[in-house]
T-cell receptor, first 114, second 112 residues
Framework: KQEVTQIPAALSVPEGENLVLNCSFTDSAIYNLQWFRQDPGKGLTSLLLIQSSQREQTSGRLNASLDKSSGRSTLYIAASQPGDSATYLCAVSHAKAAGNKLTFGGGTRVLVKP | SQTIHQWPATLVQPVGSPLSLECTVEGTSNPNLYWYRQAAGRGLQLLFYSVGIGQISSEVPQNLSASRPQDRQFILSSKKLLLSDSGFYLC???????????FGPGTRLTVL
């Protein structure tokens, strides 16, 4: 059974500092990995999707890396801003899971202080 | 562009009452559809998914059910709510298995 872990559960940084968010998964037979952002009381916003064959994916200040063999992904957010404050979730889909079912980590709650 | 809608946004229901939550997707056809629940301290859990009209797969045993009466409509139901059904219900869609999933705004359900 796939298990996804995100450490730390919460993170507080001053504005301008780079953010590093970690995600680990137990079964390396993934199809893809997706990073989401969730604001309080809101739905999930997709940030980046990394296919299992990719090593990294970039979008603006966001960069996500994937090391499938070691079961890890890292989301980097450069030059953090107060607007980056949110909960960040990673999720993996299994290579043989019908319907592209996602297994989620518990999330990292980020606070960027002005 | 594609959009996903959920309603109602919030709902307060007594124990034992029925439930119907609706999700619709616009701007795409034959999407994969998903229902997730996010409960305090338990993270996001997949409840149901559907790859086509009338095709529903259940992930966890519970007193909830799902239906897909139309291509872009996904409904979550219960005949009798339990206290443990409280949570934040999220609908999601993807173009096909293995592609990016997009989530709706969610429905906050409180069962009293």
């Amino acid at each position: 059974k796939q298990e996804v872990t995100q450490i730390p559960a919460a993170l507080s940084v001053p504005e301008g500092e780079n953010l590093v968010l970690n995600c680990s998964f137990t079964d390396s037979a993934i199809y893809n990995l997706q990073w989401f952002r969730q604001d309080p009381g809101k739905g999930l916003t997709s940030l980046l999707l990394i296919q299992s064959s990719q090593r990294e994916q970039t979008s603006g200040r966001l960069n996500a890396s994937l090391d499938k063999s070691s079961g890890r992904s890292t989301l980097y957010i450069a030059a953090s801003q107060p607007g980056d404050s949110a909960t960040y979730l990673c999720a993996v889909s299994h290579a043989k899971a019908a319907g592209n079912k996602l297994t989620f980590g518990g999330g990292t709650r980020v606070l960027v202080k002005p | 562009s594609q959009t996903i809608h959920q309603w109602p946004a919030t709902l307060v229901q007594p124990v034992g009452s029925p439930l119907s939550l609706e999700c619709t997707v616009e701007g795409t056809s034959n999407p994969n559809l998903y229902w997730y629940r996010q409960a305090a301290g338990r993270g996001l859990q997949l409840l149901f998914y559907s790859v086509g009209i009338g095709q529903i797969s259940s992930e966890v045993p519970q007193n909830l059910s799902a239906s897909r009466p139309q291509d872009r409509q996904f409904i979550l139901s219960s005949k009798k709510l339990l206290l443990s059904d409280s949570g934040f219900y999220l609908c999601a869609w993807s173009v096909r298995a293995g592609s990016e999933q997009f989530f709706g705004p969610g429905t906050r359900l409180t069962v009293l």
